[in-house]
């Protein structure tokens, strides 16, 4: 049977990792198809159907399916799963708030977070903040999964020309609405997909001084992070955290400021490729992690760092 | 309006957990336990709302071992009035869970049930969300803020591109955020108060619930290590490391 990914995307534009949950989907079966719910969400729909990995875009418009709310979003994907093996999607903030709710309604018991398909019915997925891995194996028929995108490639954005059905949606239920959203704009590479990132913690001491970030940031074109104790104390906004309770991120270079390496933030770091940390304290058990430690005052280290990188006259993508 | 709360009793956040030598779980084994963290907010915020006068009883129920039912008496040191603790062996997956649950809300017959968005031992994320789609009621997920309307819910939720403001309708499951307040501490009163207060037992069959797991854990291992790395000198050192060596700049 074939595999249904539930695809990612604010109407307008898909969001990077639908890129790699098509990777992960498309290792359960090749046969994939991509349900794009939402309204006037065509472009979107068009954008998946040139991915070549997927077989088919389903298309769904609606005007209660603009802002994804689950209690309309659940009945549809029960509704559509009908010819489906797996139901998939990423495990961020969307996947998370929808699929269980999907699962429940199907009497599935979900596979969250994984990290590897071993086999279409066994996976591998962090537990403990990642301190340990565990190998499950779905005993259900059917079933629901949520893939971490960073553990996934992405998968080629061009080169498919799969068909779009268009089909008829479920109706609206009344019992929540959605009132605003408050997103950061920023012109910065997103979290979760930048090559590198910069992350401040409560050794910041305040958001001000997050300009010392932002200004490596610039520079190195990176993405900026943050500790939940950062985001707590105000310096900077949720978006940013970085941990078991926040954003996963596997970026070629991180680099943790002012950040002591609590377990749980380690659980959203400690797969990048190279990790810095600077920190005053020599115990901080961040430095167990770090590829390169600098024990110092972050507020002599972060001024001379960006004055070293603007020694540098090539910096490479 | 009555309030029940799920609670989890997990390995304390700040223990280094241990995973078993023959690959068959974690040490748990004289390790500190302690409620899952976002429970403490749940029970925290419920009590809050019971102080303003909205609500008229909070309710704390748990699902587990013998032991378990250490996390309702920590709820009911807080604040909470009385408790439930459903025993059940092992691990039980967040369905069964969502499922017990919904038997404990058809009998109670709550206004809001409030729990944690994530317990940090499995790492789900799923309980509440489950248990809204048993009863067809509006979820409100990661939320650190809740607002009271006569028969809505507006809740402030945390998200990847940052907050989403919704209003759900009455009755509603919340899960909740770290950020959603400042749990308090039990005072020595209060826990000898709460010794008073009554907890009603079940067992998890009685409620006719199939509690087999349909996930069967294979093994658990320890996740790859990292090499250990190096400390450098100063920032030159770091840049040109960075540079030349691991040629991530
Ligand atoms: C259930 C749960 C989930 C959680 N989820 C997350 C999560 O997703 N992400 C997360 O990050 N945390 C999370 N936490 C919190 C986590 O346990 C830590 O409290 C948090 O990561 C600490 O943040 P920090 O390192 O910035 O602060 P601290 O631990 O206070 O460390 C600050 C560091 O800054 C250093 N420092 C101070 N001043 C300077 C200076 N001038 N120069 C250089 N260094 C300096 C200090 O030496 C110290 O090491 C969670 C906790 C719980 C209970
Ligand atoms: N055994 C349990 N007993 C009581 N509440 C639970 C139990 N398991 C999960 N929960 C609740 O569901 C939330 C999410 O858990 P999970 O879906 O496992 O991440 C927790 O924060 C608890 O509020």
């Known amino acids: ?317 | 309006m009555k309030i029940l709360v799920a609670v989890k009793r997990v390995i304390d956040y700040n223990v280094q957990i241990r995973v078993k030598e023959d690959g068959t779980g974690i040490v748990t084994e004289n390790v500190k336990m302690s409620t899952n963290p976002p429970d403490d907010n749940a029970i925290e915020e419920a009590v809050k709302i019971k102080e303003t006068g909205k609500a008229t009883e909070v309710v704390a129920i748990t699902i587990g071992e013998e032991k378990a039912q250490e996390t309702v008496r920590k709820a009911l040191a807080v604040g909470a009035d009385r408790g439930i603790h459903v025993k059940a062996e092992g691990i039980v997956e967040p369905l069964v869970v969502a499922k017990i649950l919904q038997k404990i809300v058809d009998k109670e017959k709550p206004d809001l049930v409030f729990m944690g968005k994530q317990a940090i031992d499995d790492d789900c994320n799923q309980t509440g969300q489950m248990l809204a789609a048993l009863l067809n009621w509006p979820q409100a997920t990661f939320a650190s803020k809740i607002g009271i309307k006569d028969k809505v819910l507006e809740v402030v939720r945390e998200v990847d591109e940052g907050l989403e403001t919704i209003e759900v309708v009455i009755p509603a499951i919340v899960t909740c955020d770290l950020r959603l307040n400042e749990p308090r501490y039990a005072s020595l009163p209060n826990i000898m108060k709460a010794k008073k207060k009554p907890i009603e037992q079940l067992n998890a069959s009685d409620l006719g619930v199939d509690t087999k797991s349909r996930i069967e854990q294979i093994k658990v291992e320890e996740p790859p290590k990292r090499k250990s790395g190096i400390k450098v000198a100063n920032v030159a050192e770091l840049v040109q490391k960075l540079k030349n060596e691991a040629k991530v700049i």
Request: net charge neutral; aromatic share 6%.
């Open chain 1, 1 to 317: 049977m074939s595999v249904l990914l539930i695809a990612e995307h604010n109407n307008k534009e898909l969001r990077p990792f639908t890129f790699n949950a098509v990777t992960a989907a498309s290792k359960i079966d090749s046969d994939l198809h991509v349900l794009v719910a939402g309204h006037n969400c065509a472009d979107v729909a068009k954008a998946v159907s040139e991915i070549s990995l997927v077989k088919k875009v389903l298309q769904v418009e609606a005007e209660h399916y603009e802002n994804f709310l689950p209690e309309n979003f659940a009945t549809l994907v029960v509704k559509v799963s009908k010819n489906y093996s797996h139901i998939i999607s990423s495990a961020n903030t969307f996947g998370k708030n929808l699929m269980p709710r999907v699962s429940a309604l199907l009497n599935i018991s979900q596979v969250s977070d994984i990290i590897k398909v071993i086999s279409p019915d066994t996976f591998v997925r962090p537990i403990y903040a990642g301190n340990a891995f565990a190998t499950v194996k779905s005993t259900d028929e059917k079933k629901c999964i949520t893939i971490r995108p960073t553990s996934f490639d992405a998968a080629p954005t061009s080169g498919g020309s799969a068909t779009i059905e268009k089909i008829d949606g479920t109706e609206a239920s009344n019992i929540s609405k959605f009132i605003k959203r408050e997103e950061v704009k920023s012109d910065r590479p997103e979290l979760g997909t930048a090559r590198i990132v910069i992350s401040g913690g409560r050794g910041m001491q305040s958001g001000d001084n997050f300009k010392l970030i932002t200004a490596i940031a610039d520079k190195l074109k990176a993405a900026i992070g943050a500790s939940r104790a950062a985001v707590d104390a105000g310096y900077i906004t949720n978006d940013h955290q970085v941990g078991q309770t926040g954003k996963v991120v596997v970026p070629d270079l991180y680099i943790a400021v002012g950040i002591s390496g609590a377990i749980q933030h380690l659980a959203g770091m400690k797969e990048s490729k190279v990790i810095v940390a600077i920190n005053k304290d020599g115990e901080a058990p961040i430095f167990s992690v770090a590829d390169y430690g600098l024990e110092a005052d972050l507020f002599e280290a972060l001024p001379q760092f960006l004055e070293e990188l603007n020694k540098l006259n090539t910096i490479q993508k």
